[in-house]
């Protein structure tokens, strides 16, 4: 995050992949608009962890960990994969690097074609990269993928998508990520399109195919229970920047960032005498057309000042290994539901003041 700060980035040696300043946008309509899906973020993904990404729908997650893979390429900034530089690479050069970058999708029955039998949706990927001697060595390496993740492959690997239920399907697509022994996997909501009933059976699955083939996986999802229990650190977005990173156990009892208290209290209760003490936020999140100036969360920050409307915040350390983009952030113990310590209150939350 130049304009943000980078102090919150490890020393090369100890990161698999980096995104410095990366900025992906979207033209719209034919005026010439464009949609800041992400607005100069850096961050680092260590070898051999699971970087949570948490956030509201819009804030642009799945657009980064799309962009982390090059799927489009970002408009600007710099993706490192092992010091690597992957937004210079064109043609064959990022093509031979395909195999080590994978991705889970959301709904998992429509990320894979229904035409298609199984084995055949598995094997794809070797044969677009021809891995593999012939195409019985494809279909073996296939079905031991197919038991690894859980499903018998002599009832498996004939079938049609449309016959397995949405949890064997994502398991199937697990598979599919897993044959190209990649080093690094964007998992793109993977169990937010399931029933809840199978929900902990697909994250246990990706921990052991983690530890198994010593994965590094970005988890992008807006359930901030699951990423709490699958998470080595957690980095929360907002409007398409990113405003804290912590360890999961740190972020959750301490959140420095208003916009992370608020995450985190919106976060249900099963005990039903519960009563929630949820602070106030204003309005609805602002357009990624037109993006506020400044804090981006300033707009609906019950603790927004006027220098939140002129000067982006700086990402610095709180604490460790725990940083923070705020120029107000929540001192430890500090509750923004009992103590919102509203600081000059500043009429731009309202949405008066430049944008």
């Known amino acids: 995050m130049a304009s943000t700060g980078t102090a919150h980035l490890r020393p090369p040696d100890e990161v698999l992949l980096r995104a410095e300043d990366l900025v992906q946008e979207f033209r719209v309509g034919r005026k010439g608009l464009r949609v800041h899906a992400v607005s100069g973020i850096s961050i680092d993904v260590r070898e051999g962890e699971t970087l949570g990404l948490v956030g509201e729908s819009g804030c642009g997650k799945t657009t980064t960990g799309r962009a982390l893979l090059q799927m489009p390429p970002p408009v600007s900034g710099r993706v490192l994969l092992s010091g690597q530089d992957l937004t210079a690479l064109h043609g064959e050069q990022m093509r031979k690097l395909r195999p080590k970058l994978q991705m889970i999708f959301q709904d998992p029955i429509s990320s894979l074609n229904p035409r298609r039998r199984v084995k055949d949706i598995v094997s794809e990927p070797l044969n677009i990269w021809e891995i593999g001697a012939d195409k019985s060595a494809r279909y073996a390496k296939a079905s031991e993928l197919l038991e690894v993740?859980?499903?018998?492959?002599?009832?498996?690997?004939?079938?049609?998508?449309?016959?397995?239920?949405?949890?064997?399907?994502?398991?199937?697509?697990?598979?599919?990520?897993?044959?190209?022994?990649?080093?690094?996997?964007?998992?793109?909501?993977?169990?937010?399109?399931?029933?809840?009933?199978?929900?902990?059976?697909?994250?246990?699955?990706?921990?052991?195919?983690?530890?198994?083939?010593?994965?590094?996986?970005?988890?992008?999802?807006?359930?901030?229970?699951?990423?709490?229990?699958?998470?080595?650190?957690?980095?929360?977005?907002?409007?398409?920047?990113?405003?804290?990173?912590?360890?999961?156990?740190?972020?959750?009892?301490?959140?420095?960032?208003?916009?992370?208290?608020?995450?985190?209290?919106?976060?249900?209760?099963?005990?039903?005498?519960?009563?929630?003490?949820?602070?106030?936020?204003?309005?609805?999140?602002?357009?990624?057309?037109?993006?506020?100036?400044?804090?981006?969360?300033?707009?609906?920050?019950?603790?927004?000042?006027?220098?939140?409307?002129?000067?982006?915040?700086?990402?610095?350390?709180?604490?460790?290994?725990?940083?923070?983009?705020?120029?107000f952030p929540l001192a430890p113990g500090e509750d923004l539901a009992t103590s919102p310590c509203r600081r000059h209150p500043s009429p731009t939350r309202r949405g008066a003041g430049p944008h």
Not at 190 to 196: G, Q, T
Request: net charge negative; with cysteine.
């Open 149 to 327: 993740v859980g499903l018998d492959s002599e009832q498996s690997m004939d079938r049609r998508p449309h016959e397995f239920s949405g949890g064997q399907c994502q398991r199937i697509s697990i598979a599919r990520a897993l044959i190209t022994d990649p080093k690094i996997v964007v998992c793109d909501e993977p169990v937010s399109a399931l029933d809840v009933s199978v929900q902990a059976s697909i994250l246990n699955l990706l921990e052991d195919m983690k530890a198994l083939y010593g994965l590094t996986l970005v988890f992008i999802s807006h359930d901030l229970a699951v990423v709490k229990n699958v998470s080595d650190r957690v980095a929360v977005m907002y409007l398409g920047k990113i405003c804290e990173v912590a360890p999961p156990d740190l972020l959750y009892s301490q959140p420095a960032h208003p916009y992370s208290s608020l995450l985190l209290q919106a976060i249900p209760s099963p005990d039903p005498d519960v009563v929630p003490n949820v602070s106030e936020v204003v309005g609805e999140p602002p357009s990624p057309v037109a993006p506020p100036s400044g804090c981006r969360f300033r707009t609906r920050c019950p603790r927004a000042a006027e220098v939140c409307a002129t000067t982006e915040p700086v990402i610095r350390e709180v604490g460790v290994d725990h940083f923070v983009a705020c120029h």
